[in-house]
């Protein structure tokens, strides 16, 4: 059995899907995935999420 669970890191809506230690983070901004890669838990997606959103808003990140 799977679990899913959707929140909000603004801009950004994020998921983690996963089950047994294994698991997805899948970002997403105005309905497009902008970033997904595996982790083991959704605690680890959260804390990843807000690792990415401060990455994917960072003045750098925009001229690149």
Known sequence: MGIALR??????????????????????????????EPVRTAAAAQVRAQEVKALLLSPRAKHA
């Open 7 to 36: 929140w909000r890191e603004e801009p950004f809506d994020c998921e983690f899907t996963g089950a047994s230690g294994e698991g997805t983070l899948w970002v997403y901004s105005g309905g497009q995935l902008v970033w997904q």
